[in-house]
């Protein structure tokens, strides 16, 4: 079944990765959870398949040290 959003897989993935079956004790703890997993993991220094399997910091960083190369030229 295919969520109208297309929000399964993210939220399986963050099933599995963050709340490992699981519980929060209140809502700020949940959304504390939440904001340092995508901040802090998620967004960060997961491998992503839309970057070639890099994270984004290092899908980033060889960017532009490409440009800076282009515009020494």
């Not at 939220?11 to 703890?29: S, T, V």
């Not at 901040?39 to 290092?58: A, F, M, Q, T, W």
């Not at 899908?59 to 030229?73: H, P």
Request: glycine letters at 8%.
């Amino acid at each position: 079944m295919q969520s109208l959003f297309g929000w399964d897989r993210p939220c399986g993935r963050l099933k599995a990765e963050l709340l490992e079956d699981g519980c929060f004790m209140n809502l700020q703890d949940a959304h504390d959870e939440l904001f340092n997993y995508i901040e802090g993991y998620y967004n960060v220094r997961r491998l992503h398949s839309g970057l070639g399997y890099r994270s984004p910091i290092d899908f980033e960083n060889q960017f532009y040290q490409t440009v800076q190369l282009n515009s020494q030229k």
